[in-house]
């Protein structure tokens, strides 16, 4: 995996905070390994890996969790069980049904700290600020660059 250094130097400050870490761009492009980075990054830090709760929901596997009250559920049930702040991370969650509403409750009723990402074409950032109510951070992930 290879550390994306300038998008890194972006998130770090946010990290944290009660502000949704928001990551979008084209299919493809890293978003998932960006994800995959900052856990990794939360790792080295001393956070207990144990606190990560993550979901790919192109993954079949979590199929059942497609709407906002199901992924509801199941996050809180999750959450109970990790003491001390929770780490939500959640790939391509525009598969979910009201995503937003889920995400909302999550932010004013669990400690902890969310990172989503989404493609382009799905969750688009006009859009962002009427579903997150502003409480986000938006971070456009491009493809590699010989730059």
């Not at 790919?56 to 069980?81: C, G, R, V």
């Amino acid at each position: 995996m290879i550390k994306r250094e300038l998008y890194m130097s972006r998130i770090r400050p946010f990290i944290g905070t009660d502000l949704i870490k928001v990551m979008t761009g084209i299919r493809r492009c890293g978003k998932s390994v960006m994800l995959k980075l900052i856990q990794q990054e939360l790792t080295e830090s001393g956070i207990n890996p144990k606190q990560f709760i993550s979901i790919n929901f192109e993954d079949m596997n979590y199929s059942h969790l497609q709407t906002a009250q199901a992924l509801h559920d199941e996050i809180s049930a999750k959450a109970s069980e990790i003491g001390g702040k929770v780490y939500l991370f959640f790939d391509e969650i525009q598969e979910v049904k009201d995503w937003e509403k889920c995400i909302n409750s999550f932010r004013v009723s669990l400690d902890c700290d969310i990172y989503i990402t989404g493609s382009n074409a799905n969750l688009l950032s006009s859009e962002l600020a009427t579903y997150l109510g502003g409480r986000y951070v938006e971070f456009v992930i491009y493809p590699f660059s010989f730059k």
